[in-house]
Structure formats: C-alpha cells, structure tokens
C-alpha cells in the first residue's frame, strides 16, 4: 500500500513537471517566432558582427602600442653607445678614424631613421582616432523589440 502511494505521487510530479515542460517549450517556441518575425537574428548577428570589429581595432591599437614601446626600448638601450661612438679620438690614426667614421656615419643615419619612425609611430592616437570613427553597433534593440532588456 505504501508503494503504490509513493508510486502514485511519483506519477503526479512527473505529470506536473511534464506540463511545465510543455508549457516552457510552447513559451520558447512563441518567442522563437516573434524573434523571427521581428528580425532579432539579423539584429543580434549585426550587433556580434560590430563587437567583433571593434575588438579587432582595439587589438590593432594595442599591438601598435607594443611594438612601438619595444621599439622605443631598443632606441633608448643603444642610442647613446652608437653615438659616443663617434666621438673617439685617436692619438695615432686619426685619419683612418675618420674615414671609418664616416662610414660608420651610414649607421647611425640607418638609426635615425628607425628613430623616426619611433616618433611617426607616436601618431597611434590617429589610428586610435579612427578606430572611434568604427560605426556604432545599434544599441538597445533588446528593448525595442523584445520590450525588456537581456
């Protein structure tokens, strides 16, 4: 007896859970359509799409960043040593000195330029200032449509 009242409770739970099974599957299936018809896939892929753009322009930004601040490194360790280098005065051979200085000179000018670009590198905030222009992903549309916020 006791069996078949456990038994029997058990039978109404499940019943129960099978009705609300039922009733969140219709729910899921009405905002599936209502979805559908009000085009939130299309909106939702647009809004994915633009985010995945602007984390592509941030990490631009932020491998520009790098690679100029490493390079700003290099520049610092080894400017000054190439630079004194020249400033060496020979007792005994001057003039060969300055013959291989002044190839050495081609060198430093190779520097300078890696320097420049250091400093037109510095421009990032053009770049970061283009990646402000990245259109706008269409925000709220959570709202708009579904009438409540995700």
Same mark, same amino acid.
């Given at each position: 007896? @006791? ?27 009405? &905002? ?7 085009? @939130?896939? /299309? ?12 984390? &592509?322009?941030?990490? @631009? ?21 190439? &630079? ?14 300055? $013959?291989?200085? /002044? ?8 520097? $300078? ?17 283009? /990646? ?12 708009? @449509? ?5």
């Amino acid at each position: 007896m @006791v069996d078949a009242i456990g038994q029997i409770k058990r039978l109404t739970r499940a019943s129960m859970q099978k009705q609300e099974w039922l009733h969140k599957k219709q729910d899921s299936e009405f &905002k599936l359509k209502f979805y559908q018809r009000h085009g @939130v896939e /299309a909106k939702l892929q647009k809004q994915i799409d633009f985010d995945r753009d602007e984390r &592509k322009a941030q990490q @631009v930004i932020q491998g520009t960043h790098q690679y100029l601040s490493e390079l700003n490194g290099f520049i610092a360790s080894f400017e000054d040593e190439l &630079k004194n280098q020249i400033l060496y005065k020979s007792a005994q051979s001057q003039p060969f000195f300055d $013959d291989f200085f /002044a190839t050495y000179q081609q060198l430093l000018h190779s520097f $300078d330029s890696i320097k420049q670009i250091a400093v037109n590198g510095k421009m990032t905030t053009a770049i970061t200032a283009k /990646a402000g222009r990245l259109p706008a992903a269409e925000t709220g549309f959570e709202r708009r @449509v579904c009438g409540h916020r995700a």
